[in-house]
Every structure is written in structure tokens, then in C-alpha cells.
């Protein structure tokens, strides 16, 4: 038993993620829990986020900001965007796809984010529907490793624990690239107003049938959400058997 939990463990060190078996750690890691199952998606009270469906097709500030309530909030976002809301989605995000960099997707909703698209995407709004379209971003750019290099000081926040992910990228990552986690899926778990953990539902195109749950520490820093690195060798990955018993939201982003 000893043996096969360190076999586990090994498959999620961030080392380990950048490698080519990027999916078989993300699919098949039975990695030790390091998120609480307890629902906090207020089921049946807050109601779903009203929010345009319209996809942002630059990155100024100007088209990123919200329509419904210009001028009536600041902005402490790096790129304009208005907070709105704190309302945490209960339901699927109304997200449509903005292709990024050169052959990936990320979903995107007008006035939450990505409202910067060029290079790698980033600047989401301050509130829990901002939070969950950046975890989505920071996973689909980081799962094909297309500009790894770029999307770790981009997307992910400042400290130790990213300068020794950085490092291991720098002596191990050599241009390969991969395709991109489907999320289908996301549970939002409220930490104030400027920490979220966002698990995210994913599925590999190898492995459609199998989900796994991957948790994204995010920090408001900078004017924009970003992404904790772990402290340890392990994301926290673990096997999904069903989405509606453990409380995910369903979102085929």
C-alpha cells in the first residue's frame, strides 16, 4: 500500500506535470485530498450570474469593461474591469470560447475576462465568476504547455513556490506542447474576497470517460487573479466518479 501511494504521489510533482505524462498524472493521479468536499455553492439560494454572453475580441480596457454598470464602481483591475457582482454561479457559466496564442481556447465572458488577449490571456474580474474564468485560463494554458515558459510568471502569483516551479520548467520544459484539459466542470470554494480555490472538472481527449478534479489556489494580486503554485510536490489531483454527488457545477467550457 506504502508503495503504490508513493507511485501516486510521484505522478503529480510539478516536474512530473511538465513532463509528456501530463495526462496520465491529471487522469489517473490518486493524489491525497487537499480540498474540502464541503458544499459551498449554496445550492437553491444565490441565483445564477446574469452576465453577457458577447466574446471580447481585443484587449483594451475599453471593450473589457462591463456595459450594465459603467461608472457606477472603480476598478482595481489591471485592465479596467468593474468587480459587479460577488454572487457565486450556481450554475454554468454563459462563457463562449476566444481562441489565444496560437491553437488554444479559453472561455471568455464579456466584462468578467479574459480581458486581455494578447499574448498569454489574462485580467479577470474581482468577484467569484472572475476567479473561476481565470483557474479555466491559468489550467487550459498550463495543461497544452504552450508558452509554459511565459504562462508561469504570467498567470501564476509571485513567491517561492513559483520561482521553484520556474526553475524545474527552465532545466526540464523543451518546447513540447500537448493538447489542452476539457473542463467540464467547476466547484467554487469562497475564501474572502481575494482568495477563491476554484476545483475544476477536467477530461483529456485521450480519456474522455475518466474525470479528474484539479484544484486552483487563486490570490488577487497585481489587479488580477493569480494562481498559488503548491508548496509541495503535489497539485491535488484526485479521480472524479460523479460531478453532481460532489457538488460540481456542470460547464462544458
Not at 491529471?26 to 491525497?32: D, E, H, R
Not at 481527449?205 to 486552483?216: H, L, T
Request: aromatic share 8%; charged share 20%; hydrophobic share 40%.
Amino acid at each position: 500500500m506504502a508503495t503504490e501511494e508513493k507511485a501516486a504521489t510521484s505522478l503529480v510533482r510539478p516536474g512530473f506535470i511538465i513532463s509528456a505524462l501530463l495526462v496520465v498524472a491529471l487522469i489517473l493521479g490518486l493524489a491525497f485530498l487537499l480540498f474540502t468536499r464541503e458544499d459551498t455553492g449554496n445550492a437553491g439560494g444565490d441565483k445564477p450570474v446574469e452576465v453577457s454572453t458577447t466574446t471580447q475580441t481585443n484587449g483594451d480596457a475599453a471593450n473589457a469593461a462591463p456595459t450594465g454598470n459603467a461608472g457606477q464602481a472603480e476598478s482595481d483591475s489591471v485592465c479596467g474591469l468593474v468587480a459587479r457582482d460577488q454572487v457565486i454561479p450556481t450554475q454554468a457559466l454563459p462563457s463562449v470560447p476566444v481562441e489565444v496564442g496560437t491553437r488554444i481556447q479559453v472561455p471568455s465572458i464579456d466584462g468578467y475576462g479574459p480581458g486581455m488577449t494578447e499574448g498569454v490571456s489574462h485580467c479577470f474580474a474581482h468577484n467569484p465568476s472572475g476567479a473561476i474564468l481565470a483557474a479555466a485560463n491559468f489550467l487550459t494554458w498550463f495543461s497544452s504547455k504552450e508558452q509554459l515558459d511565459e504562462v508561469v510568471p504570467a498567470l501564476m502569483a509571485k513567491g517561492p513556490n513559483r520561482d521553484r516551479l520556474e526553475s524545474q520548467i527552465k532545466a526540464e520544459w523543451q518546447g513540447e506542447t500537448g493538447s489542452a484539459l476539457t473542463i467540464r466542470g467547476f466547484k467554487y470554494e469562497d475564501r474572502g474576497p481575494d482568495n477563491a480555490m476554484v476545483v475544476l472538472a477536467v477530461s483529456h481527449v485521450a480519456f474522455p470517460d475518466k474525470i479528474a478534479g484539479f484544484p486552483v489556489v487563486l490570490v488577487w494580486q497585481d489587479g488580477d487573479w493569480k494562481v498559488e503554485a503548491p508548496s509541495t510536490d503535489s497539485w491535488g489531483e484526485r479521480v472524479i466518479d460523479s460531478l453532481p454527488l460532489e457538488g460540481f457545477v456542470e460547464w462544458g467550457a
